[in-house]
């Protein structure tokens, strides 16, 4: 099952798209794809409604999609957590998972417009396998534990401002979190449709040139152990969003290959989490 958000930014209606391909509108049965619904199990929820035929169906071309979630309360980004990557930038392997924030507001649509920050000369791109939490996680028993707390997965782009991030002092935040730099989706797929997270295919182009293809089967770390470790250190809520790395092929490491300006396009796309397109503008 797909669930995503259709319509202007701030008037979002919820949907689902069926087996069948076609989507569903939600919007009239009191849905929001946000904490409540997935500490709830809206999610079975939504398929009763399936089952009943009782749902209008809805078009979605030429409509816009917005980011399958709500604003999570927390976005948890993870580093180097692919040994090709941590080769490409010069880092060593980590030991441990290397955690950092991004912004809950810097998420948008898969589709929408990115922002190269003002005075910006080195934004760079990173496609991630985003996972969205379902229920609560606190000091997960261990890392099969965390299968059961996982509402489901989607395409995500970490973008990262590599100066502000690495040159600016303090931390990675503020190279993480400006905003528009987190499209998410076109749509959350549930786990029953993916049944091994670690063996999806990742890939990225810019201007139709491709820049990173990997798979998820090199994670340093993997997606359950990544979920049960950050519940050691901090509270996971229904619907935070986990970006669990990303391959090599980024512009940092490479001083042959430019980084995004005004007027590029980047697609990527997770293998069986749909495909992302935006036009990159300027702040």
């Not at 810097?106 to 190269?116: A, K």
């Not at 590599?162 to 040159?167: A, G, L, N, P, V």
Request: charged fraction near 25%; proline fraction near 6%.
């Amino acid at each position: 099952m797909k669930l995503i958000r259709v319509g202007p930014v701030g008037a979002e209606r919820p949907a689902v798209i069926a087996a069948n391909g076609q989507a569903y509108d939600l919007g009239a049965h009191d849905v929001r794809f946000d904490a409540e619904f997935w500490s709830s199990d809206g999610t079975s929820r939504v398929r009763r409604l399936l089952e009943s035929g009782s749902l209008a169906s809805v078009a979605l071309d030429g409509e816009r999609l917005g980011a399958p979630i709500e604003k999570p309360e927390k976005i948890i980004c993870v580093g180097l957590n692919y040994r090709d990557h941590a080769r490409e930038t010069g880092a060593t392997v980590p030991a441990e998972p290397i955690l950092f924030m991004k912004a809950p507001n810097s998420m948008v649509g898969p589709h929408d417009e990115v922002l190269v920050p003002r005075g910006s000369v080195k934004t760079d791109w990173e496609v991630e396998l985003g996972v969205v939490m379902g229920q609560r996680a606190r000091y997960l028993s261990s890392p099969d534990a965390a299968i059961e707390v996982i509402a489901g997965y989607a395409t995500s782009h970490d973008v990262s401002e590599r100066e502000f991030q690495i040159e600016r002092g303090g931390q990675w935040d503020k190279g993480k979190g400006c905003e528009t730099f987190n499209p998410l989706g076109p749509w959350l797929v549930t786990p029953d449709e993916v049944p091994d997270p670690q063996a999806l295919t990742l890939n990225l182009s810019v201007n139709g040139v491709v820049r990173q293809n990997g798979t998820t089967a090199d994670m340093v770390f993997g997606v359950y152990y990544l979920v049960w470790y950050i519940s050691q250190f901090m509270v996971l809520e229904p619907g935070d969003l986990i970006n669990t790395g990303t391959p090599a092929g980024v512009s940092m490491g490479h001083d042959d290959v430019a980084y995004l300006k005004a007027g590029d396009v980047v697609e990527l796309e997770v293998e069986g989490l749909g495909r992302q397109r935006s036009l990159l503008g300027q702040a």
